[in-house]
């Protein structure tokens, strides 16, 4: 059995790891050990989601921040129950992303609502060997 003071030696040693997320879930997947289960996992991004807008919609500030990392925590925690490199997938994704700003003009176009637009002629992220 699991205990208060199990938690809180754990939760001091995650700090002092300074542990990515996909760490984190890994560390609280074995200590609860709680399988992967990806369908547990994609209710739970949907939970978390509702969740979050209902304080967004409350223009609430730290409880959106806390459902923003739970969001987060689950996303990858389905990530990890597929078995699939969320961190470089984000890292990939960067790189793309930074990449793709640029117009063939040289410019950086924008959408009314202030969304970049990215240039339909650059490559396309490759993640198919992450999955």
Known sequence: ???REDIEAMAETLHSKNLSVPQMVEEFAKVTGQPKNPEMSAA???EEFYEWRSEF???TKAPQLKELFDLVYVIYGYARSRGWDLQEAIARGHVNNMDRII???GTIKRREDGK???NPNAP???LEDLV
């Open 116 to 118: 970049i637009m990215k």
């Open 124 to 126: 396309k992220i490759y």
């Open 103 to 105: 117009q063939d003009d």
């Open 1 to 3: 059995m699991i205990t």
């Open 57 to 59: 919609m409350k223009n």
């Open 44 to 46: 739970l991004i949907q």
